[in-house]
């Protein structure tokens, strides 16, 4: 042959097959399509052999592909291990911090206490990724993530950072063109934004405002507006359309928002601080969850 197999085209024949997709692929490696497509192209010229089954939706790795990407596996758990220890050798931390937020908390809680931990920590460069979906850690292009339900992921290691309440919450425009609920059961007098019908099966207590102050088996009440994002649910609000149960966190950043019925809570749930097991000793990565678990003691308490 040629020439060894470089790093870059593996890594991104590993991010191509992981996806199933060029253009998720070109996504998550800030790269063009087009140099997917020829990376791929050129490891294949270069072993002499496809790798993938290319067909309308999407790839399907060879058996040639499938021993190759268990390899290009080890070789990135391996990589993100020693670049971890290199880094975190030095015990000072620093370099760049990925974390995985939901969008909520990512839009609305985590920027009110960032500029602080940035200021204690100059050398890190954070960079937020926001899903609402659960990142696959095991890929080990996030450091950490926070999740406001327990990981579903084996080889990780997850801390409880506190707990997340929720409250009733409607904007000033709101308020004065409708007045406020007196009770609960008010509430069937009033209009309502909440998840309804898209509600995401990971956060079950999302829709409480539909129902308190119901008994068991009445019919909840029917939103004004439906939306199937917590951070669009708040800013529905935000724009006087309707009266919203959210979390207690979401408001920190906001200026238009007022508590309403502050007797009236919706369940509680847990936050968890979340990272694969192989970054265990990421300095960067404690010195976040450690700031964290200081931020969140100030949260309200039910």
Known sequence: MPHSLDWDKLKTFHAAAATGSLTAAADKLRISQSAVSRQITALEDYLDMPLFHRHARGLTLTEQGHILFKTADDVAVKIARAQSSVIDSRQKPQGVLRVSSPISLGSNWLPSVLPEFLAQYPDIDVQLILEDSEHDLSA???????????????????????????????????????????????????????????????????????????????????????????????????????????????????????????????????????????????????????????????????
């Open 140 to 302: 080990f292009d996030v450091d950490c993530a926070l999740r406001p339900w327990p990981s579903t992921q084996g080889d990780v290691i997850q801390r409880k950072l506190g707990q997340i309440t929720q409250s009733l919450y409607a904007s000033h425009q709101y308020l004065s063109d409708h007045g406020a609920p007196v009770s609960a059961r008010d509430l069937d007098n009033h209009r309502i934004v909440a998840f309804g019908d898209l509600m995401p099966k990971n956060l079950q207590s999302a829709n409480w405002v539909l129902d308190v102050g119901h008994d068991v088996n009445e019919t909840p009440r029917k939103p004004a507006l439906v939306v199937n994002n917590l951070h669009g649910i708040m800013r529905a609000a935000e724009a006087g359309i309707g009266i919203v149960g959210i979390p207690d966190y979401m408001t920190a950043l906001s200026r238009r928002l007022v508590r309403i019925l502050p007797s009236v809570r919706g369940d509680q749930f847990d936050l968890f601080f979340v990272y694969p097991t192989e970054l265990r000793g990421s300095v960067r990565a404690k010195v976040f969850r450690e700031f964290l678990t200081q931020v969140t003691r100030d949260w309200p308490k039910s």
